[in-house]
């Protein structure tokens, strides 16, 4: 059954003798949440290249809901190439078919679309979106995602008196196919920067009159809480508001101890929510990003909107806010060893955030990650141990559920913790041990910034430290207070240390977010693997899967689509949408497993022949 598209009701509710048992249920209800993305090539928007919309938006539209909530996004896809977007920092517990990457999904191929159904579960905060393949992120169709707390829970803030999301990122001015035409040159992959900041896809206030800018209103003596991601492919930047002071409240789904701040740090693909109290005169005030690691007296690359008054008259004036000196590591790093989780306050759950905490665990594995660049056959490339991820035909999640990963990749073929002694191209898959806390310690050898993320987990970031790190670095480590998020910064020269508890079962993409460095091979993927088929364990393959590489010759069977209710039945007595769900997925699944078993009949034949 499927409720028309963008209806955002509850599923009717079994009315029971206790009205206060009814109260309790519908506090803790999750709403399924129904949407259409037509996602373009728009020549409209901007008029010196094109860019990619959703829904004839860039950046796309806001996805917010609520912790628990289910989306269905059904993703049309109407440009000219494969398309995928994925989830940044969503953890799709148990159910890595949904992460919208090429290790998971077969991509959506122009004119047709698929339905991607996910969970905000026991999730709090501010991500974004983006699309996954072929460099696209640097074309557009990214956005904000917003998950509120239940009603249950309090928030460790006063109610604000509104929010703003605000995506910030570096952008070229050619079209990405362009800049991704010639990421075959060394000149390109590892020198070329991007052109200029934009704020929720608008250019600076400083530019071109012709131009829109970025501009929030608000009233005097009311505090706003401004969600900020960083949406770009290359640059770190520093955000700050003229005259105007910001709370630190919350990263990725982490409350955080409030900070102060005159200015805030972001890095590629993370995000933050700040409160900004309007305590100055009736005016407009400069709101600025400028990047980090990069010339700071060059302001035609800065992101410049505007903070407006509702009661002004005044533009801004006066010089744009200063801020820290680009190139001051010091300054960032001691910056992001106060950023501390709040250890008392609930986030999706009601119990205290320093419930879970990590002083006190055992390690199962260490892997020591080390970034750099190499010329292989002739191509540049970036590399993770000396190996640049080569993506198969056939994504490995496929692989792993239908062949047992037989004939696409070769688990822990290479090694975790040490550079490997060729530098190749190749399908990295390292085993994660389920249930087990695993140290991630990023080593950055290239020359600017660098930024992590992995995949259906939150990273506890425990430290940052300069040169080569050793186990003596451990005494250094917070493990104390280390905030939760899922991406985190490595500087230059140095590493970061994080540790993260593998519970949750799937095959998870650890790459960079720097997009050239992704694009060309830094990443790889974290096989968590946990034997019970009990599907509380893991949800088996959706009943829509699509199938490429290896299945490519099997089509799946065409869906048969129901035409949407007027009224809407009640669930039967005892079933839910997630047992519904797997029934209807079971026919479907029943064929794959038969292709599959033909493939490694038809494999094992043509061994003796």
Same mark, same amino acid.
């Given at each position: ?16 003798? +206790? ?48 912790? #628990? ?8 896809? %109407?440009?000219? %190439?494969?398309?995928?977007?994925? $989830? ?23 004119? %047709? #679309? ?56 570096? $952008?070229?001015?050619?079209?990405? /196919? ?5 990421? =075959? ?24 009159? *012709?131009?829109?800018?970025? =501009?929030? *209103? ?40 409030? @900070?102060?701040?005159? =200015? ?23 709101? &600025? ?7 700071? =007296? ?5 992101? @410049?909107? &505007? ?22 590591? /010091? ?53 993770? #141990? ?40 190749? &399908? ?18 290239? %020359? ?28 250094? !480590? ?18 970061? +240390? &994080? ?8 095959? $998870? ?9 992704? !694009? ?8 968590? !693997?946990?034997?019970?088929? #009990? ?56 064929? @794959? ?17």
């Amino acid at each position: 059954m499927a409720w028309p598209s963008g209806d955002r009701r509850r599923p009717p509710w079994l009315i029971g003798p +206790a009205t206060l048992l009814m109260f309790l249920v519908l506090a803790v209800s999750a709403e399924d949440i129904f949407l259409d993305w037509h996602v373009t090539l728009d020549t409209n928007i901007k008029p010196d290249q094109p860019v990619i919309a959703i829904n004839g938006l860039f950046p796309g539209p806001l996805l917010n809901g609520t912790t #628990n909530d289910v989306f269905h996004v059904n993703v049309f896809n %109407e440009m000219d %190439e494969p398309l995928l977007i994925t $989830w940044n920092g969503i953890q799709q517990r148990l159910n890595s078919w949904q992460d919208g990457v090429s290790g998971t999904n077969c991509p959506i191929l122009p004119g %047709e #679309n698929w339905s991607y159904m996910f969970q905000f579960k026991d999730q709090i905060g501010t991500f974004s979106y983006f699309p996954s393949l072929n460099f696209q992120k640097a074309g557009g169709a990214f956005g904000p995602i917003r998950i509120n707390n239940r009603p249950v829970i309090q928030v460790p803030f006063p109610k604000p008196e509104a929010e703003f999301d605000l995506l910030i990122g570096d $952008w070229y001015d050619r079209s990405f /196919k362009d800049v991704r035409s010639m990421m =075959s040159t060394n000149l390109m992959a590892y020198n070329s920067t991007p052109d200029k900041i934009l704020m929720n896809g608008k250019a600076a206030y400083s530019a071109l009159p *012709t131009e829109a800018h970025e =501009s929030f *209103t608000v009233a005097k003596g009311k505090t706003y809480r401004i969600r900020i991601s960083n949406v770009g492919t290359a640059w770190s930047f520093n955000f700050r508001i003229q005259k105007h002071k910001m709370v630190l409240v919350e990263t990725e789904g982490s409350y955080t101890n409030q @900070i102060t701040l005159d =200015s805030l740090d972001v890095h590629v693909g993370q995000s933050y929510s700040v409160l900004v109290t309007a305590d100055q005169n009736a005016s407009d005030y400069y709101m &600025v990003a400028s990047p980090k690691m990069f010339n700071a =007296s060059d302001v035609t690359r800065f992101g @410049i909107g &505007v903070l407006h008054y509702d009661k002004s008259t005044t533009p801004p004036n006066g010089s744009l806010p200063s801020g820290p000196d680009p190139f001051n590591r /010091k300054f960032s790093i001691h910056q992001a060893r106060s950023i501390r989780w709040n250890l008392t306050t609930g986030a999706a759950r009601p119990n205290p955030q320093g419930t879970f905490n990590v002083h006190n665990v055992t390690l199962s594995q260490t892997f020591i990650l080390r970034a750099s660049t190499a010329e292989i056959n002739g191509l540049p490339q970036f590399t993770v #141990n000396n190996v640049s991820y080569l993506a198969p035909d056939t994504p490995l999640k496929l692989a792993d559920q239908f062949l047992n990963g037989s004939g696409v990749y070769k688990l822990d073929e290479f090694s975790t913790n040490s550079s490997n002694f060729k530098t190749v191209r190749g &399908v990295f898959v390292a085993s994660g041990k389920h249930k087990g806390w695993i140290e991630l310690v990023f080593h950055n050898d290239l %020359e600017g910034m660098d930024a992590w993320h992995l995949d259906g987990f939150g990273f506890y970031v425990v430290g940052f430290g300069t040169g080569k790190w050793s186990q003596k670095s451990r005494s250094k !480590y917070n493990l104390h207070d280390p905030v939760v998020r899922s991406t985190v910064q490595v500087y230059p020269g140095g590493w970061t +240390a &994080v540790y993260a508890y593998l519970d949750n079962p799937g095959m $998870w993409n650890l790459r960079s977010q720097h997009l050239k460095n992704w !694009y060309l091979g830094e990443e790889l993927y974290l096989r968590v !693997y946990d034997a019970d088929p #009990n599907p509380a364990k893991e949800k088996p393959a959706p009943n829509n899967l699509l199938l490429c590489g290896e299945f490519a010759p099997f089509a799946p069977p065409t869906p048969v689509v129901p035409p949407p209710p007027l009224q809407p039945s009640p669930p039967a007595p005892g079933a839910s949408s997630a047992q519904s769900f797997q029934i209807a997925a079971g026919f479907h699944i029943a064929i @794959i497993c038969i292709v599959a078993t033909f493939f490694q009949i038809s494999r094992s034949s043509s061994h003796f022949l």
